[in-house]
């Protein structure tokens, strides 16, 4: 994998550091991605999990109201689906994306990308702009799977609009992603670090649970978590047309998860370049 970065980043000694070379930024783009779907632990838990989540919760689920009084109202997977996007965006930005860098880093890989004319910059765009494509590509597997399997009901429209809304949360999990391998160093803390933030992001911010059904005071932390405020970006639109009952279809206002999701983004931002290292 070294050999394969190093020797795409070498092929343009004659181009500044600073400037733009499209044919390299394209190889390494590709070749990113063919070192990602080579990951069978990646591919597993990124793609295959989640829709073997869906799949079996579904069979349980799927078919009821989430407002049983109400006929018209939309299914619980409608409402599920969403929650799944958001699993997957935070499996593959946060704990995929963390435990590369801390890899890299242990293995030299940076440090020898260090010394080459590719800027940095370059090489972390290529990862973003890849795995961008890869989650909002998982999250309509997700979608078109649950139509397909369970007659899920989303907003037609809504279909379209949360294109741009999966790729910024996407990019705010891969930011934070990059903050945690930057804050530690080594991949095994890594993981360790990855998992005891994801679990409680998972399962307290009303990603499958919604939120008014759980203790008061999870109610009151969880919906500002990030988790929380991805799931309602994503949920807001694709079931905008869709009754919910007594269950709130989101925690927050939209701006509100917005501005919230930026904050997230801006700090993690910041802590991934402040404490980056090469080795």
């Known amino acids: 994998m070294a050999t394969e970065l190093q020797a795409i980043a070498g092929n343009s000694q004659s181009a500044t550091r600073g400037s733009l070379n499209l044919r390299r930024f394209v190889l390494?783009?590709?070749?990113?991605?063919?070192?990602?779907?080579r990951n069978r632990s990646a591919l597993f838990w990124v793609i295959l999990f989640p829709i073997g989540y869906m799949l079996l919760f579904g069979a349980i689920y799927g078919?009821?109201?989430?407002?049983p009084t109400n006929p018209a109202s939309a299914k619980i997977i409608s409402f599920?689906?969403?929650g799944l996007v958001v699993m997957s965006l935070m499996s593959n930005g946060i704990i995929g994306n963390a435990s590369a860098m801390a890899v890299w880093r242990e293995r030299g890989i940076l440090r020898r990308l260090?010394?080459?004319?590719?800027?940095?910059?370059?090489?972390?765009?290529?990862r973003i702009i890849v795995q961008a494509f890869i989650m909002v590509l998982q999250a309509f597997i997700l979608i078109g799977l649950s139509i397909v399997v369970f007659q899920a009901s989303f907003d037609t429209i809504g279909l379209l609009e949360v294109v741009p809304v999966i790729i910024v949360t996407a990019i705010v999990c891969m930011a934070i992603g990059q903050m945690l391998?930057?804050?530690?160093?080594?991949?095994?803390?890594?993981?360790?670090l990855t998992q005891v933030i994801y679990f409680p992001l998972l399962f307290l911010g009303g990603l499958f649970i919604p939120l008014d059904q759980l203790p008061q005071g999870i109610q009151v932390v969880g919906k500002y978590?990030?988790?929380?405020?991805?799931?309602?970006?994503i949920r807001a639109p694709l079931l905008s047309s869709y009754a919910t009952g007594s269950t709130a279809l989101?925690?927050?206002?939209?701006m509100v998860s917005l501005l919230g999701v930026l904050v997230y983004f801006l700090v993690a931002i910041i802590l991934a370049v402040r404490f980056f290292k090469w080795n």
Request: no cysteine; hydrophobic share 45%; net charge negative.
């Open 225 to 233: 978590l990030p988790s929380a405020m991805m799931g309602d970006l």
């Open 28 to 37: 390494l783009s590709w070749n990113n991605f063919i070192m990602y779907t």
């Open 63 to 67: 078919g009821k109201n989430v407002d």
């Open 250 to 254: 989101t925690n927050l206002p939209f």
């Open 80 to 82: 599920m689906v969403p």
């Open 114 to 126: 260090q010394t080459t004319p590719l800027p940095i910059w370059q090489m972390l765009l290529s």
């Open 181 to 192: 391998a930057a804050l530690v160093s080594k991949p095994e803390t890594v993981q360790i």
